[in-house]
């Protein structure tokens, strides 16, 4: 009798009591006989394969509109109706995807519902992805983009430039926690009033050989997000390992005098995840820094979890004033 076929994402025995039952159930059905694509040579059509099933459906809006930037584009989402008088607040998001994978398409759901939920135009850009455009693309691209809402919003977008915040998932929340930084260095600074780091990269140093952050360890054969997996990631985007102890790629290596100006910051960590230690300790030294940080453990929870916002509508909204 044959031996039963191991399906490749199957959840590993020492993680399976860890996980909810409901993400169990799920992750058996949707996502354990997908193909992982670090077990892949490497092709840029992986990016037209489905990675993360059960997102949310893009809801109404008043407007969804694509603009040309240097290098990428940037999709803007209005909410319905009039703008406040001095002008809509403004929401720049970054998609997750290791720097490699995910698109302008790939967070329309999750930006339909801040754009509804906070009553904020949301925009998010295209940025040039790995490993056809390594580290610093995408941190150029993202900081085009912000500067381009804060320069061009108000006449453009009808956005009120100082109700700005910022935010991003996973590669995305790495590149948020860059922005934040970015912006208080201009002169004169371009004025945040909050980032939201989900399930962010701080520290593109850390691996699971380590014990600066347990959860590497804990976590190296969690469902998803593996080690291996991150790894492929990394070596994609930052291939040259002397760059990936710059702030502008690892932010748990700012100074303390530039980490001072980042924003009132929220982080997000799911506590399955080989990420949720260094997001932790990121919140840590902003703490120690002044700037006021709040954050949420998500328990039993794997690293995509935002991307299943269709199961499991989690997602936070701030007021941003």
């Not at 490749?8 to 039952?21: C, E, N, S, T, V």
């Not at 989402?77 to 403004?90: D, I, L, V």
């Amino acid at each position: 009798m044959a031996a039963p076929q191991t399906k490749p994402q199957a959840i590993d025995p020492d993680i399976l009591p860890r996980l909810d039952l409901e993400y169990v159930a799920f992750h058996n059905e949707h996502v354990a006989h997908l193909v992982p694509p670090h077990s892949l040579p490497w092709d840029p059509a992986i990016r037209n394969r489905d990675t993360v099933p059960g997102s949310a459906e893009v809801l109404p809006v008043g407007s969804v509109q694509d603009y040309d930037l240097s290098h990428c584009k940037v999709r803007v989402f209005t909410p319905e109706g009039s703008p406040p008088p001095g002008g809509w607040p403004a929401y720049v998001w970054y998609h997750g995807g290791g720097w490699t994978l995910g698109n302008i398409s790939s967070e329309n759901a999750f930006c339909s519902r801040i754009c509804k939920g906070a009553r904020c135009v949301v925009a998010s850009p295209d940025y040039r992805l790995a490993p056809e455009h390594p580290y610093p693309a995408a941190v150029e691209d993202s900081f085009e983009t912000l500067q381009w809402v804060f320069e061009k919003g108000k006449s453009l977008l009808g956005v009120d430039p100082t109700r700005l915040a910022i935010g991003g998932s996973s590669a995305g929340g790495n590149l948020a926690a860059i922005l934040s930084m970015k912006a208080a260095e201009l002169n004169p600074p371009i004025p945040l009033k909050l980032a939201q780091l989900i399930v962010p990269v701080t520290d593109n140093t850390a691996l699971h050989t380590d014990d600066r952050y347990p959860s590497w360890k804990e976590n190296a054969n969690t469902v998803w997000l593996n080690t291996k997996r991150m790894l492929w990631f990394r070596n994609f985007y930052v291939p040259k390992e002397e760059e990936r102890t710059k702030w502008d790629n690892s932010p748990i290596f700012a100074p303390d005098e530039l980490l001072a100006k980042s924003p009132k910051t929220w982080i997000a960590v799911m506590e399955l995840d080989i990420l949720r230690d260094e997001g932790l300790v990121y919140g840590e030294r902003l703490k120690k820094v002044g700037v006021p940080v709040s954050h949420k453990l998500y328990a039993k929870a794997p690293h995509q979890i935002l991307a299943m916002d269709g199961m499991t509508l989690s997602c936070c909204y701030y007021t941003i004033d």
